[in-house]
């Protein structure tokens, strides 16, 4: 696998990666590129965490164009970020996605910080709603045996958390009446065995 190399200020390694892996989907699939060219059809709606580690068509096995994705901090979904919403709407509305995927993931940064005491400047506004899903959850979350327990179950129940935020949406209900077929699911991904 591919390693960037941060002496490569000008980033051409990239470029030439970029060239090696354009070429190798072209010999997998010589339409694809020409293809997807022409519009987007995925039926799956990503919102993840935009952690490095969990690039979600590596982790799916999916080409480009099968994914609709949305990252953020921690796969938080609320009803105040216009970004999200903006691409939930795009994808139910005008792609007509079949699925949404909200995949949180083990070892999340977001959630630790969430979980933990420390202030860390505006991105505190952005975990208050982690740390309502725990204060919602903690007799639950309060049974288990220490912390990487809590925060993994955390990690967890904010993905669901997320889920009925999508699911709450007008988009979605409006969807949902109208008989398009539209499914939500809540994942976490294990960073430590893919």
Excluded at 19 to 42: C, H, M, N, V, Y
Excluded at 60 to 89: K, M, W
Excluded at 95 to 108: A, F, P, S, T, W
Aim: proline share 3%; net charge negative.
């Amino acid at each position: 696998m591919l390693k960037y190399d941060s002496k490569d200020t000008a980033l051409d390694s990239l470029l030439d990666n970029n060239r090696r892996w354009a070429e190798g989907i072209t010999k997998e699939d010589p339409l694809l590129f020409s293809t997807i060219a022409l519009k987007q059809e995925p039926k799956l709606l990503w919102i993840g965490c935009s952690d490095s580690r969990v690039p979600a068509n590596v982790i799916i096995t999916l080409p480009p164009g099968d994914l609709f994705v949305h990252r953020n901090i921690a796969n938080v979904v609320n009803n105040c970020d216009l970004n999200c919403l903006s691409v939930l709407q795009y994808a139910v509305d005008v792609l007509k996605i079949e699925h949404i995927i909200v995949c949180g993931h083990y070892n999340c940064g977001g959630v630790t910080a969430a979980y933990g005491k420390q202030q860390y400047g505006l991105m505190d506004n952005w975990l208050r709603s982690i740390k309502d899903v725990y204060r919602l959850h903690i007799d639950e979350l309060e049974q288990l045996n220490d912390d990487n327990e809590r925060i993994n179950k955390l990690v967890e129940l904010n993905a669901i958390n997320s889920a009925k935020n999508v699911c709450h949406t007008t988009i979605v209900q409006n969807a949902w009446k109208t008989g398009q077929p539209l499914t939500v699911h809540a994942w976490a991904y294990d960073i430590h065995d893919g």
